[in-house]
C-alpha cells in the first residue's frame, strides 16, 4: 500500500502564488509518474501536471507557464509551484502516482482563487 499526505492548498488573492506538496510512503518498489488532477465545483476531474520518472513532463494548456511541477525521487514527494493564479484555477487538487502495479490518490487540498 502507498499513502499519500498533500500540503499547501488555501485561499489565495488572483495573481497571487502557491505551492503545493505531495509525499508519499509505504510500499513503494519505483513510482513512474507522480503528478498533480484537480477538480472544480460541476466539473470532471482534469490532469494539471505530471511527470515521469526519467524527468519528462506534462502540462494541461491553461497551466502552461505558470505551474511548475518538481519531484525527488529519493524522497518520492512531488510539488506544484503554482504562480499568477486565476479564479478559475479555484479546484480541489488531487495528488496522483502510478507505479508499475497500482494507482494512488490522495485525499485532496483545496485551492481558492479569490479577492
Known amino acids: 500500500q502507498v499513502q499519500l499526505v498533500e500540503s499547501g492548498g488555501g485561499l489565495v488573492q488572483p495573481g497571487g502564488s502557491l505551492r503545493l506538496s505531495c509525499a508519499a510512503s509505504g510500499s513503494i ?17 482534469e490532469l494539471v501536471a505530471i511527470m515521469v520518472w526519467g524527468g519528462s513532463t506534462t502540462y494541461a494548456d491553461s497551466v502552461k507557464g505558470r505551474f511548475t511541477i518538481s519531484r525527488d ?18 479546484a480541489v487538487y488531487y495528488c496522483k502516482v502510478e507505479t508499475r502495479n497500482n494507482d494512488y490518490w490522495g485525499k485532496g487540498t483545496l485551492v481558492t482563487v479569490s479577492s
Not at 518498489?29 to 476531474?45: D, E, L, T
Open 73 to 90: 525521487n529519493a524522497e518520492n514527494t512531488v510539488s506544484l509551484q503554482m504562480n499568477s493564479l486565476k479564479p478559475e484555477d479555484t
Open 29 to 45: 518498489f519505483r513510482i513512474n509518474v507522480m503528478g498533480w488532477y484537480r477538480q472544480a465545483p460541476g466539473k470532471q476531474r
